[in-house]
């Protein structure tokens, strides 16, 4: 693929910078395409506790960055702006968890990595959606506190013989999503395989033939002999998807799967982060060290 000139100065300023680019599925299509690794939040992850790299340029969300900043301290993090949250991770604070802890003495705690810092900190392992079951299924205890989704909590519940209680979070652009939607595509497409992320709601994973992350329904339609998908997340995916796969149909069944947050990076701040060193994200020790416990038991549990 050629790059436009502004995609050949974020590479310039890459390569001046000893820099890599992380990009998450939902970024926009431009920056996905000059990343140097493209993935969901467990791939992502991984990438950054491994990177030689001494400069992580992370086009997510601010949580993204964080992880990345809790692995890799000595490595500079840079978010292109700071406004970009999480509606997720905005709905329990460390505070909140503490608290609720204390109702539950000795359930552990298993946290979507779509959480701040000090969140995690209070957690005792943390999970995506690509590893929630077998998180889940790694610590000994019959009861687990799962937060903040509810929904990733729901359908994890019913894939493990443990209890699972959970925190009322959700993601506000995958919760959204209703069976009738997904039902009129269904219809309007009866060839295609639904594909939906856990974070939607149970009635609409019930109606899907798949369910997975990010990179699992990349990885899907890569493999699969089908030529028609109804994608049940936000639709950024769509962007590689398409390019990926030029012969098979993709459609996405509801206008309302866009997340706001993963549209603000464009080009222009990915060069000014890089010429200006900005945002770069810390975590303070205090707070890193505990979190970051968390986050390496996920990593140390084996993926089935
Ligand atoms: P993945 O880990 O599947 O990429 O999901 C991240 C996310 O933010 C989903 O809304
Ligand atoms: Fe957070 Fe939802 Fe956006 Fe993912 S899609 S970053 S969970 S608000």
């Known amino acids: 693929m050629e790059f436009t000139g502004q995609q050949k100065e974020v590479r310039r300023w890459l390569e001046r910078r000893r820099g890599i680019l992380l990009a998450h599925n939902y970024q926009p299509g431009e920056i ?8 969901d939040s467990l791939a992502l992850s991984m990438t950054a506790a491994q990177t030689p790299a001494e400069v992580i340029v992370f086009c997510g969300v601010h949580f993204m960055a964080e992880t990345a900043a809790i692995l890799c301290p000595d490595k500079t993090v840079l978010l292109p702006r700071e406004d970009v949250g999480c509606y997720m991770a905005a709905t329990i604070t460390g505070e909140q968890l503490k608290a609720r802890k204390a109702e539950l003495p000795g359930v552990p705690v298993v946290t979507y990595v779509n959480s701040t810092a000090a969140v995690k900190a209070e957690s005792d392992i943390c999970c ?76 609409v994973l019930d109606l899907a033939q798949v369910i ?30 398409r390019t990926e796969n ?59």
């Open 128 to 203: 995506t959606s690509a590893n929630a079951i077998q998180v889940v299924n790694s610590l000994a205890p019959s009861r687990i506190l799962m937060v903040p989704d509810r929904n990733l909590a729901l359908y994890t519940a019913r894939r493990t013989s443990k209890e699972i209680l959970y925190w009322e979070g959700c993601c506000n652009v995958h919760d959204g999503l209703s069976a009738a939607e997904v039902q009129a595509c269904q219809a309007a497409h009866p060839q295609a395989v639904f594909l939906a992320h856990p974070e939607c709601r149970p009635e």
């Open 246 to 304: 030029p012969a098979k149909l993709f459609y996405s069944p509801s206008p309302r799967l866009v997340c706001p947050d993963m549209k603000r990076i464009t080009l222009s701040d990915v060069i000014n982060a890089l010429k200006d060193n900005r945002h770069r994200i810390t975590v303070p020790e205090e707070v890193r060290r505990p979190a970051l416990l968390a986050v390496e038991r996920m990593l140390a549990v084996p993926r089935d």
């Open 32 to 39: 996905q395409d000059v990343a140097d690794f493209l993935g």
């Open 212 to 241: 997975c992350s990010t990179s699992g329904m990349l990885q899907y339609a890569r493999q699969s002999s089908g030529r028609e998908f109804i994608i049940g997340t936000e639709m950024g995916i769509l962007h590689t998807l």
